[in-house]
Structures are given as structure tokens and as C-alpha cells.
């Protein structure tokens, strides 16, 4: 009965999909249709990184407020980075950089305007603290002008943008060791912020009595590292079936590699943790939704899409270099305009969650026709 009832409730609806896991590997293993060995192992990323999150989050509150936040941000998104290792391995470049622009705004757009809308319902408004949402916001801002800078470099001086149908570009050494170097930058700039966040600052970061959806359960610390483990593995398992199933699932669905790395890619990878922004904007908790939410988009620009440049060179067939297509590049600079906007007053609504959902089934829209 109680497990009926976890499973039921709003954290633990993920694990009612554990049973895609294994229809995954045997859809592979039979060689069935790509475009079902595609939905089914998307459907399995799911319970793998909600038990991700949950093991961190458990070693996150045996291990005290500065060494859980850093095992809360290493780890946050670490199903999504997982799932791009493999597809750099297998060159896919532009589903990783799709991938990368499709968190971003899923973050900013999809999960802070369904926070904000399911939150607002009911309510004249709702308040969070404008000078921490507005750190990250600025932290964000920063990033996005660094991961433009090579494509626009690209774009002056090189053979101009991929087309969103472009499945890999080897650009001259120029502009990846460009990528490189601006790469570094971002990684020196994501450890102060660590530093700000977890330390000089962790004050700001931390309000009173908003983490109670982030307490530990009462696991052991033991159980909590093999529950990481299994799902570290379990999530390279999925993510390396799903990373090998894209290219002909696209052609079979008739979208492109661009739409599914954008959209679908970025969405598996975050669903369990999506869902826990929303659940607590419900429950009036807006700090913490809007922490998840814009926090998840800065760990995205200053530390994932980095990291896997620097993995780019060992991995794959040539390096990535961080040049974007002209529509990652207009929706990353409107998302990022957006998320500095509407946390600059400190309150939110339904209808300007509404307004955020409409921009990116917009955007969703238009990577559909590219």
C-alpha cells in the first residue's frame, strides 16, 4: 500500500516506467523498428535519472550543506551530459549542440512557465527572491554571450552557421581552439560561482524553509552510492540504445535530428526533475522552482556544453566547436532575455507562465519546419 502510494504520488511516478528499461534492450537486441527502439528507451532515461536525482539528493543530506550542494550541481544534469558523451562518440555534433540549446529553453520556457503557470492558479501572485533568481539570470546572460562568440567568429571570419539538417561540421583549428578557450573560461567561471553559491553567498541560495523537497528519505549513505551507481549504469545503457536509434528514427518520423535533439532529447533527460519545480510551485514553494529552473539552464551553458568540448577532443571523430545554428542562437538569446525579464520583479502569475509556455510551442514550432 505504500508503495502504491509513492507511486502514485507526484515524485514517484517516474518508476512506473521502469519496465521500458528492459523492453529497450531486447527491441535492440531483436534489431525491431528504430523509431519504437527510439520512444521506448526515451521512455526508460526517464526512471533512471529520477533515481539519479534521488541518490544525489539522499548523499546530498548525509553530506552537509557544502558538499551536498556541490554532489547537487555536479550531478544535476549528469543523464543529459551521459547522453550527449555518446552521441559526440558517434560524431552526432549537432544533435549534442541541439541538445545542449534544447535544456536551456526547456529550462527557461517549459518548466518555469509550467511552474509558474500550475503555481499561479488560484492565486493573484506569487513571490521569490529577486536578488538569487537574478544572480543566476545574470550568470546565465554571461554565458549565452560566451557561447555565441565562436559562431559569430565563425560567421566573419569562417564558412559560415550548420543548417539545423547538418549532422557534423569539421570547422578549421581556428575556431575550435577558439571553442576551447572560451570553454575554459565558462568551466573557471562555473567553480567561482560554486564558490559564490555554496560559500560567500550560500545564504541567498538556501532560504529557510524551502528545501523540504530535497531532505533526505533516511537512506544509508551505502545505499545511496549504489543507487547512483546502478543508475549511472543504467542510464549509459538507455542513453547509448537511444544515442544509435536517432538518425534512422528521424528519417522514419520525418523530423529532423535538429527537432529531436532540441526537444525530445532535452526533455527525457530532465522529466523528473522538470516535474519536482513544478510540484513545489504548487505548493507555493517558488524559490526553489525558480532555483531548478534557471539554475538548471546556467549548470547547462557554464559547465555541461563546456565540459563536452574539452570531451570533444578525446571522443568522436574531431573536435566540437561551440558554433551554433541560427536558430539556437535566436532562441538561447530570447530565452535568456526572457528568464532576465521576468525574475527581475521577484513575483510571477499564471498568465506570465502562460506566456512563457506559448513562446517556446513557438519555438517548438518553428524546429519543426527547419
Known amino acids: 500500500m505504500q508503495l502504491r502510494r509513492f507511486l502514485l504520488s507526484g515524485q514517484g511516478w517516474p518508476y512506473l516506467l521502469v519496465p521500458f528499461i528492459p523492453l529497450a534492450v531486447l527491441l535492440e537486441l531483436v534489431h525491431a523498428d528504430p523509431i519504437a527502439i527510439f520512444f521506448v528507451s526515451a521512455a526508460g532515461v526517464i526512471p533512471t535519472a529520477a533515481l539519479m536525482g534521488r541518490a544525489t539528493e539522499e548523499l546530498a543530506a548525509k553530506s552537509g550543506p557544502g558538499i551536498g550542494g556541490l554532489l547537487n550541481v555536479t550531478f544535476g ?10 552521441a559526440l562518440n558517434k560524431g552526432l555534433h549537432e544533435v549534442v549542440k541541439a541538445s545542449l540549446v534544447g535544456s536551456i529553453l526547456g529550462n527557461i520556457l517549459l518548466v518555469l512557465g509550467a511552474a509558474m503557470f500550475v503555481g499561479g492558479l488560484g492565486r493573484d501572485r506569487q513571490r521569490f527572491d529577486r536578488t538569487a533568481a537574478s544572480a543566476q539570470s545574470s550568470m546565465l546572460l554571461l554565458a549565452a554571450v560566451a557561447l555565441v562568440m565562436p559562431a559569430i567568429f565563425e560567421l566573419v571570419e569562417g564558412k559560415g552557421l550548420p543548417g539545423p539538417g547538418d549532422e557534423r561540421i569539421n570547422y578549421d583549428s581556428t575556431v575550435e ?21 555554496l560559500k560567500t553567498h550560500r545564504d541567498l541560495f538556501n532560504p529557510a524553509g ?32 537511444l544515442v544509435g536509434s536517432i538518425s ?36 507555493d514553494k517558488m524559490d526553489l522552482a525558480v532555483n531548478i529552473a534557471i539554475g538548471s539552464s ?19 571523430p574531431h573536435p566540437m566547436a561551440l558554433v551554433f545554428n541560427g536558430f539556437e542562437l535566436g532562441a538561447v538569446l530570447l530565452a535568456v532575455i526572457i528568464a532576465n525579464h521576468v525574475t527581475n520583479e521577484g513575483e510571477s502569475n499564471w498568465y506570465e507562465g502562460l506566456q512563457l509556455l506559448s513562446v517556446y ?3 517548438g514550432l518553428a524546429f519543426v519546419f527547419a
Not at 178 to 187: F, N, P, R, Y
Not at 302 to 311: E, I, S, Y
Open 210 to 241: 524551502e528545501g523540504d523537497e530535497h531532505e533526505g528519505g533516511g537512506w544509508s549513505v551505502r545505499r545511496s552510492i549504489a543507487a547512483l551507481a546502478l543508475a549511472g549504469v543504467a542510464v549509459g545503457v538507455m542513453s547509448e540504445i
Open 361 to 363: 510551442v513557438v519555438l
Open 77 to 86: 544534469n549528469a543523464p543529459e551530459i551521459i547522453i550527449a558523451l555518446f
Open 298 to 316: 546556467a549548470q547547462i551553458a557554464l559547465f555541461a556544453a563546456p565540459v563536452l568540448v574539452v570531451c570533444s577532443f578525446f571522443l568522436g
Open 177 to 197: 581552439t577558439l571553442s576551447l578557450l572560451v570553454a575554459l573560461v565558462l568551466i573557471a567561471s562555473y567553480a567561482a560561482g560554486l564558490v559564490f553559491s
Open 248 to 283: 534512422d528514427a528521424a528519417e522514419g518520423i520525418g523530423l529532423s535530428e535538429f527537432f529531436i535533439g532540441a526537444i525530445v532529447v532535452a526533455i527525457v533527460g530532465n522529466a523528473a526533475e522538470h516535474w519536482v519545480a513544478v510540484l513545489v510551485a504548487r505548493k
